[in-house]
């Protein structure tokens, strides 16, 4: 004699079946990964040079948990050069919030720090960023440079 549970169970057709492996193996909604690309990233202008291969970034948090997005959305310069340090090891990167900009300033990479009048700048495909970084959106193919100038 069946349980009670089989006796009222439905049959599964193989058409069921297949849409609920399709509505179970969907990818998720596009706001979850929206943000991520792909970029290279440099960093020149002081005894340390690089230039790493593809770094995927996105908006994230950073340092003492500030988000950096531009436009809330986009990921950006900085994103950019927190995650090339740790996809590849650049060998650190420090910044500290700027109040006045709502922003960060970029301070030190690979123990190269920007002291006196000199300062880390950001480039954006050879252009120097005109906004803050994290107020600067980038795109996926975009070429992102760090110069100690």
Request: charged share 20%; with cysteine; glycine share 10%.
């Amino acid at each position: 004699m069946p349980s009670a549970l089989r006796r009222k169970a439905a049959p599964v057709t193989a058409a069921a079946a297949l849409a609920c492996a399709l509505a179970c193996a969907a990818a998720p909604p596009a706001a979850s990964s929206s943000g991520d690309v792909r970029v290279r990233v440099g960093v020149t202008g002081g005894p340390y040079t690089a230039s790493v291969g593809l770094v995927v970034t996105g908006p994230r948090t950073l340092f003492g948990g500030f988000y950096c997005a531009a436009d809330g959305l986009a990921p950006t310069p900085l994103t950019a050069l927190v995650d090339a340090d740790e996809q590849y090891g650049l060998g650190g990167v420090r910044a500290r919030w700027d109040a006045a900009t709502q922003d960060f300033v970029v301070t030190e990479i690979h123990g190269d720090a920007a002291e006196g009048k000199k300062k880390w700048n950001a480039y954006v495909n050879e252009e120097k960023i005109k906004k803050a970084p994290c107020h600067t959106a980038i795109k996926g193919g975009d070429k992102v440079r760090w110069t100690l100038e």
